[in-house]
Nanobody, 122 residues
C-alpha cells in the first residue's frame, strides 16, 4: 500500500508561483512513477506532468510546458511540482498519483492523494 499526501496549494495572483509537494510512503513507493493531475470545477480531470522512477524522464501537458517543472527527491521520497507564471486557468484541485508504470493516463495510476487546491486570481 502506498500513501500520498499533497501540500503547498493556496491562493496566488496571476504571474505568481507555487510549489506543490507530494510525500509518498509505503512499500516500494520510491520506485514508482509519479504524476500530477488537476481537476477544475465542472471539468474533467487532466494530466499535468509525470516523472519516471529515476527522475530522468519527464513529460508535460502542452498547457504547462515551460511554466511547470516536476522533480523528485528520493531521499525525502517526495515529488514536487514547481509552478511559475501561473494563470487563472490553472485554478484547480491538484492531485498526486503514483504507479509502477510511467504514463500520462490517469486510469493507469493506482495510488492517489487527497488533492490540494490551487487558486489563481486575475
Amino acid at each position: 500500500q502506498v500513501q500520498l499526501v499533497e501540500s503547498g496549494g493556496g491562493l496566488v495572483q496571476a504571474g505568481g508561483s507555487l510549489r506543490l509537494s507530494c510525500a509518498a510512503s509505503g512499500r516500494a513507493s520510491s520506485s514508482y512513477a509519479m504524476a500530477w493531475f488537476r481537476q477544475a470545477p465542472g471539468k474533467e480531470r487532466e494530466f499535468v506532468a509525470a516523472i519516471n522512477w529515476s527522475g530522468i524522464n519527464t513529460m508535460y501537458a502542452d498547457s504547462v510546458k515551460g511554466r511547470f517543472t516536476i522533480s523528485r527527491d528520493h531521499v525525502k521520497n517526495t515529488v514536487y511540482l514547481q509552478m511559475n507564471s501561473l494563470k487563472p486557468e490553472d485554478t484547480a484541485v491538484y492531485y498526486c498519483a503514483g504507479d509502477r508504470d510511467y504514463s500520462a493516463l490517469g486510469e493507469e495510476f493506482e495510488y492517489w492523494g487527497q488533492g490540494t487546491q490551487v487558486t489563481v486570481s486575475s
